[in-house]
């Protein structure tokens, strides 16, 4: 709290970004977790929330007419435009934000103050909801071939690794200390992905450090001992998930990759995925390109492919695709490893998961497959989407690139998968956020050393309370294509522009009615009927044989939702014309921030006639989330409810 | 028949279809006087039959003494077809050529077609401008039907009737056709109920370098607007682009002699570039390379979305100076036959809930396209394979339509139709065995007899089973102005027409199949269980004498 130098301003505008619609008035707090803004002037209560841990920058801009705007940019791609009456207060703000948004210690994060009302066996209910043993038991491991391996249960051999490894019980504890002893940070060949139908496995890794010539007779047995655990195979894949070059550099500073002629059995590939720094810039531009105000179709497509971000796309998703061929179609084991083996191969191995195991595109098997891949095998997410106020060399959007490998399979296979986008985007809000507990620091033993299960919660259990949001009306567990593997089409032009989460609050771009919604309302109205079918039934069965008198018929009805899906969802929205002539009819979104608040459009400048129109649907009046009352500090607004909408 | 003299090889057998997404098919191959035909001549293996006229270009190749013929649709599809001998195959090529080029509209095969279903509704009575006339006379009194073009000789692009301000008489008409380009004075697009304001369209104006002026014609658009209102003029031509049409005899409505008219210009472009423009963009479709960037250059350097963006924004623009402004519009570029009914008939989409249903888009389709003299014959002539010099070829139409689609995009349940009906009035346009889309003006179709000799589109569109495939599941009507997003980031890439042939569509289709699925057993399950209310109710109140002591 020390941080807050001012913890009220009233007067503020809101200006929201790509909105032709007028700036909204109120009061600003600035609480230990969230800068809040509420609209004074609502009838409704409209309440806007921000996590501290989701901005990404604060910035003061050039003093306007209304007063001293400063432009907050958050992680999920949110901007919002503050602007406060006097210069002091703004600077105020400014200086507050930049610190709240920076913790420096983990404990200043907001997941260790949020207490929902759980006890201490509910927290820790919550906290097995996802269970890795069960799940590793599903892929078909433990069998005769396979075990768990008690040798990193303190976390001796390799500290950014998980407690419970699975390796071939062929491979005798000195060949795993061997081998982590030549693989970068002691992380060894282990498995991350059982197929129980061609007994192929997916393994995972760091690069082993053979500099220019050095080997590893236990690190080459490692290797053998994979490959025989797949008994149908004669040889298995190394996939270096890095460029060539990259890999062939690392070679000079003793780290490097797999030669061929010193591992029996191996066909090598390279896939060329860039490295973090590379990945980082690229979304930088990619988020300049959809922060572009009203850009023309030449600037967004030439922004759209300068900055590689759709390729890089191509490339992982491609890296998938080879790795479940070999897994499914050739039955040949794969070793996937980087540099480090947390980033590219968490991706990479995540991505063939999805395409070879129909288990994760389901609601639970993606929050098990995040688990299992990126939080337990030491994806560093406190470094990648900074947590805390550190190394910014260190962010990089990693996992946004696995959330849209799967969006961008979800465009390709509608109804394979049994949730939808809001999901995907749901999920990189909370690797954001700092709300909950599971993707805190860089490892399962420091999660263990800071004591996140004991201090903060789980967020699958919240998200699963809350599913009904995440389902895919498509989704069919008996439909051809939930079944199997996938094999999508990696041609560039199956891939676009991910609007709904880099545009995601620019809610004039995104289409006015929504066929999720629609099908949604549809669903659930079904499900309503088939109840209100069954009770009928029951009923006329009841009337017809006993023929008693007075049975009371329950006169329930079911919501007519067909005519409400049919409106726009935002009806508002739907009967606002864009500004489809910069400014010259009307008054442009541009001037909002400068004039002071007008009413409605300003009709026809030219002419300096000003019709007024009285058509109903001319309001602009903004349907807002319900708040309770207001933000105190225990009763914090469930953010997934924003989401949603 | 003059058709035997074109076609040299009649049949060959021992030919090999490849064709996208299907398997191989090996079988005899025929030429008729229309169509290309494969068959296996085994029961159950489909055949192939494509119109000539839908062919836009054949490629030979030769191996040995084995030849490959490519055919390229203008429906975008390529197939290829591998033929044993050389002579054959070069007989076939020729053959091909020469029918898929026929200049004779009379030689076309709507002139030959006979349909296999009997014709309930004929599409050719169903849209005539008195029809249309009636719907407007039952909201305004201000306008009238005038036969000044009985004989297509006012403006031999207009229909025989046409719709104008009651108090202008023939007279004015006749001298107001004579500044504007092509005779197309301003006549009425479209009446906007909810506030009276309308929408006009014609050819530019004549005014030449030295200014000409005419009354009549000042006298004919005012006569449109309220007293004390004024209206804006778009121009879809950039100022640029307008001022040297000045040295063409054309030009625009300057600012002194139409002082009650604001002017905004706009930038769509003109035939000759939008068919370059379809041309990149199919072959950025059809590149086989692998490269995200070669794919995103070609696509932005095709233009294609910029033109989908330029249009729909004009449309956008017009629809909001009369719903929002309370204004009337006159909508222009050159001709006023391309980019002024682009404007126009998009415009309604969003302004008018009954452009979106099948009917209401036939008839829009009809009156602000076919009847306004579109000329569908010059420019679907070839589509985006064609690789000689365009003549008057321009996917106008098609952009069109790609816009429609856009808007149902982003409104998904404000159509009555699907993203199919746009696809197949697409491949209708480019060929078909119906007589609708054939001609460039009403006079010509006239002069055809089409109505005599072909079958309407809308006949066989209309037709229950037909109609049934076009229908959106999710369309509940929405009595709205839908006002879409013309940012790039909403406006998407056509899929259905573009990469149709490139990539399979099996699992949009079952996605679409479901979402029918899902919809229809909910239908299924309301009409159950009001029928089981019903039934409960009528036993109940059966029953209630009883209850009463």
Redesign the interface.
Known sequence: MEHIRLPKVDKVHLVER?SSRRPQVGTLYLTASHTIFVDSEAEVRNETWVHHSLVRNVEKQNVTSLGYPLLIQCKNFQVIQLIIPQESDCNDVVMSLVRLSRAERYEELYCFSFKPNLDKTERDQAWNFIDLRAEYSRMGVPNKLWHLSPINREYRVCDTYPADLFVPKSATLPVIVGSSKFRSRGRFPTLSYFCKETQAAICRSSQPLSGFSARCLEDEQMLQAIMKSNPGSQFMYVVDTRPKLNAMANRATGKGYESEDNYTNIKFQFIGIENIHVMRNSQQKLIEV?DLR?????????G??NS?W??HI?TILNAGKFIAKAVAEEGVSVLVHCSDGWDRTAQVCSVASVLLDPFYRTLKGLMVLIEKDWVSFGHKFSHRYSHLDEDPKEVSPVIDQFLECVWQLME?????FEYNERFLISIHNHVHSCHYGNFISNCEKERKDLGIKEKTHSVWPHLWTNKSDFMN??F?TD???TQGVLRP?????????W?GLY?RF?R????????LD??MA??E??QQ??E??AD??Q??AA??KEQV???C?NKRT?NQS??L????AH?SL?????D??EG???SSPKDWSLQQKETE?T??G??G?T?K?S?P?NSDQESSSGGDSFPSEDSVKDADLDEAV | MEFAELIKTPRVDSVVLHRPFLPTVEGTLCLTGHHLILSSRQDNTEELWLLHSNIDAIDKRFVGSLGTIIVKCKDLRIIQLDIPGMEECLNIASSIEALSTLDSLSLMYPFFYRPMFEVIEDGWNLFSPAEAFKDLESMTDEWRLSEINKDFAVCPSYPSLVTVPKDIDDDTLCKAAAFRHGGRFPVLSYYHKKNGMVMMRAGQPLTGTNGRRCKEDEKLINATLRPGKRGYIIDTRTIAVAQQAKARGGGFEQEANYPQWRRIHKAIERSNILQESLIKLVEACNDQSNSMDRWLSKLEASNWQSHVKEILTTACLAAQCIDREGASVLVHGTEGTDSTLQVTSLAQIILEPVCRTIRGFQALVEREWLQAGHPFQQRCAQSAYSNGKPRSEAPVFLLFLDCVWQILRQFPCSFEFNEHFLVTLFEHAYASQFGTFLGNSAAERVKLKLSRKTVSLWSWVNRPQELERFVNPLYEPNSLVIWPSVAPQSLLLWEGVFLRWNRSTKCLDEAYEEMVHIIEYNKELQNKVNSLSRQLAQLETEDSPLQSP
């Not at chain 1, 899906?565 to 726009?568: F, G, I």
């Open positions: 790509g959809s009203s850009p023309s179709m030449g600037e967004f497509l030439s759209l492919e590689d759709l390729k191509q390709q296979f509608p109804c394979a009306p498509l069919r439909h051809s294509q089409l990696t041609t560039p032009y199956c891939f676009k522009f609007r545009n620019d004039g771009l995104h289409p006015r009615q929504s066929v629609c099908l549809v669903k109205e079904t009927l088939e209100l079918l009928c039934e009923k006329l009337l017809g008198n007075g049975v018929v079911v067909r005519a899906w049919a409106q726009p009806i739907a009967n606002t014309p864009q489809y002539n010259i009819l009307g459009s009709g026809l030219l002419f006639v019709p129109t058509d649907d």
